[in-house]
Every structure is written in C-alpha cells, then in structure tokens.
C-alpha cells in the first residue's frame, strides 16, 4: 500500500488538476515534487505551498527530463506516489485537416510523457516493492466523440497502458490506476473556452450540462487521484470522475471540445 502522505512526483502540476493534487498532498503533511514547463505557475505554487514542495522544470517528452524529475522525488524519502498528470488538448478538427506532425505531438505530450513517467516511477518503485503510480486519463479515455481524435486516441491508450503494466508490477507491491475526468474546471478548459484565467465560464457551462447541476472541478479530481494512490488492491483500473454524467447518459449531449 503507498503511503502518500511520503514524497510524491506530480507533472503538470502547476496548474489545474495537478496543482489540485500537489496542494492535497501537502495538506495531508506529504511532500510533493511540482513539475513542469511553466517556470512561473510552478514556482508560484511551491511558494505558496511552503518547505513541504519543490518546483523543477520537466518537458515530459524528455526522457531525462522525466527521469531527473522521478529521481528529485525519490531523493526527499520514500517515494509513495507519482502522478502522470501532464497533458494538453492538442489538435484539434475534422481528422482530414490534422497535420501529421502536430498529431505526433499530441500523442507525446499525452501518451508518450506517460510511458515516460510509468517507466521511471517503476524504475525506482520495483527494487523496494512499494508505491502508487496514477494517471490522469479521462472520460475520452472508455469512450469516443467526448474529445478531439488525437486526445481520444491518447487517452485511450493511456487506459490500454495502465492495464497492462499494471500486469507487470502487480506482483512486485506496486500498483498503477487511472483517473478519468469529465469536463472539469480548469484554465485548460478555460482556454478551450476563449480566457485561460476565467474559469467562472466553464463553471456555468459544465454545470448546465451536468446530471447534478454541479460541475467536476480540480480538487474533485485529486481526491479521486489519492484515493487510487491509497487503495492497495486496486491495480489497474480505471475511475471515471464525472459526477455520473455517463452513467445517466448526459455525456452524449456533445462534447466539450471544439
């Protein structure tokens, strides 16, 4: 079982549901890596967060990037949890439209800087048979027409990754899950919906197109995450946190994706 109240590693955690995350660690008395390309959100908040955080800057699509970033965890004690939270929306349009390139980028930035991100969180878990890895999948992750092509098919492949690794390591004390978002309130979402800062936009857009008339947010979301990082006999799942939105059918109202 990974105690996450430890040292964690979050990436893409300056903002967002990674921040949500690195401020849930901390309030739990953990310690938490902050990583990520935005020098000054990511700096920010490990002010704000005090001795228990670090910021380092890691481009997840390099590989000694992410290893130097696991090994910054790792080095502040026992490393209970990493969380592979990174990610963009990326391409977007009709699938004729895309560029080859800019959907090869898409794909790194959401599967690559996983495998990534797994593969050196295991690196250092296996030899001492403990620790959580999660990852932040989504709704696109089970199901199509909820985001554009290149996200989808990098969200499902985030899914197909974590089963199958979770067939690796299972048998070594360690566990991989993932969590699945819906719409959530994030600037991410925000910039999708013209303002990166104003997130009172998606608030009112997700909430009128949720079941519940409440929208999933960020801290909704890192609670999901800890719960995955705690939970000792679940390995390899996939938890969807959408307030049942896709249970009740609602998610087929359209996407949220341009």
């Not at 969380?83 to 800019?102: C, K, M, P, Q, Y």
């Not at 878990?125 to 909820?146: E, F």
């Not at 959530?184 to 857009?205: F, H, I, K, N």
């Amino acid at each position: 079982m990974a105690d996450v109240v430890t040292s964690t590693l979050v990436t893409g955690g300056a903002k967002g549901i990674g921040a949500a995350i690195a401020r849930a660690v901390v309030a739990e008395g953990g310690r938490v890596v902050v990583a990520d390309v935005d020098d000054h959100a990511g700096a920010a908040l490990a002010v704000e967060l005090g001795s228990a955080a670090t910021y380092v800057h890691c481009d997840v699509t390099q590989e000694s990037d992410v290893a130097a970033a696991v090994d910054a965890a790792a080095a502040l004690g026992s490393l209970g949890a990493v969380f592979a939270n990174a990610g963009v929306v990326g391409v977007t349009g009709r699938i004729e439209d895309h560029v080859l390139e800019d959907y090869r980028r898409t794909l790194d930035l959401l599967l690559t800087s996983v495998f990534l991100t797994v593969k050196h969180a295991v690196r250092v878990m296996r030899p001492v048979r403990r620790g959580a890895i999660v990852c932040t999948g989504s709704v696109a992750s089970v199901r199509g027409g909820l985001g554009p092509h290149a996200y989808t098919a990098a969200k499902h492949g985030v899914k197909g990754l974590v089963e199958s690794v979770a067939v690796d390591i299972g048998r070594d004390g360690l566990t991989i899950n993932a969590v699945a978002p819906g719409g959530a309130v994030t600037s991410l979402a925000a910039g999708l919906m013209g303002d990166p800062d104003d997130l009172e936009t998606p608030y009112a857009r997700l909430a009128a197109a949720s079941s519940s008339g409440l929208p999933t947010t960020a801290a909704d979301v890192a609670q999901a995450a800890l719960f995955l990082a705690r939970a000792p006999r679940i390995n390899g799942a996939c938890l969807v946190v959408d307030g049942g939105d896709g249970v009740l059918g609602t998610a087929a109202r359209g996407s949220h994706y341009p």
